[in-house]
């Protein structure tokens, strides 16, 4: 995986990625920020397009940065021509966008996800955080996907149960915390 370059003044993406290949990679994973601005500014797709399109690049291109919304992960594929993209930030509190994104890349008409599914999967994704690692940081690593996902967004007199969620240090305190909300939402929304 490799960013666009130092800074703005060192975009060396183009060049660098001729080297790689020729180093032998089977692949590479360029994100569209340069070093200096981390997770700052807008991601830039244009240096990504322009590796893919080199013709001496025939390796695969995996294009990284500002993916949040199906349409975003069309229009890399359709304006820079990527082989693969990858989502990252915004996969927080919406694990789901996965689904999203496959149903608008292969023209599907399915359905939205509702709330009660949502929950599900966040329930699922407790479980499993919790199984890989351990209790307290498979809790810590959900509560940052509780704290950032929509489907809580806008609802009144929320802020004493969010705070709950993000004090919660047993998974059965969490489970129970999320089976009050579908209780009290599931049936509303």
């Not at 830039?44 to 500002?66: E, F, M, Q, S």
């Not at 939205?112 to 929950?119: E, S, T």
């Not at 009144?156 to 969490?174: D, H, V």
Request: charged share 25%.
């Amino acid at each position: 995986r490799d960013r666009l370059g130092w800074n703005h003044e060192q975009l060396i993406i183009t060049e660098l990625a001729e080297q790689l290949q020729d180093c032998g990679i089977q692949a590479l994973t360029i994100h569209g920020r340069t070093r200096s601005q981390m997770y700052t500014g807008c991601a830039d797709w244009t240096l990504i397009g322009a590796v893919k399109r080199n013709p001496r690049i025939h390796i695969p291109i995996i294009g990284n940065g500002d993916i949040t919304s199906p349409e975003e992960a069309q229009k890399a594929f359709e304006d820079y021509g990527v082989d693969a993209i990858m989502i990252g930030r915004a996969t927080f509190g919406r694990p789901w966008i996965f689904k999203e994104v496959r149903d608008v890349l292969d023209n599907s008409s399915a359905t939205p996800l509702d709330f009660n599914l949502k929950l599900d999967i966040l329930e699922e994704l407790l479980r499993i955080n919790v199984e890989r690692i351990d209790e307290k940081r498979g809790i810590l690593h959900t509560r940052r996907h509780l704290a950032a996902t929509p489907i809580f967004k806008g609802i009144p007199n929320f802020r004493q149960t969010r705070i709950a969620m993000l004090r919660a240090e047993t998974t059965s305190e969490l489970l129970q915390i999320l089976e009050d909300m579908r209780t009290l939402l599931g049936s509303t929304l």
